[in-house]
């Protein structure tokens, strides 16, 4: 394997791992930012109360997004086996 096809395999997986986590960071930012304006808005500190929906948040997207997360990293690591064994 040359040089060059390493460093284009870890760029796709580097890729790859943006695109994956893209929506639950996404979810978790969007919904902190929320809750953050509504403790700021009632002056409530509660660590709990962003922290649960947060969580919440993040469940609903993994299970929003799961089968297409999966999808995407079976078909990578299927082309990259199937480029493991055309090595010379």
Do not use: N
């Amino acid at each position: 394997m040359t040089e060059g096809a390493v460093l284009d395999l870890f760029q796709r997986a580097a890729w790859l791992s943006i695109e994956c986590a893209g929506p639950l960071l996404v979810a978790g930012i969007v919904v902190g930012l929320v809750m953050g304006v509504i403790q700021a808005a009632t002056q409530l500190s509660e660590p709990a109360l962003a922290f649960v929906p947060k969580l919440l948040a993040l469940f609903a997207s993994l299970i929003w997004f799961g089968g297409w997360i999966l999808e995407r990293l079976t078909s990578f690591e299927s082309e990259v086996f199937r480029s493991i064994g055309q090595l010379p």
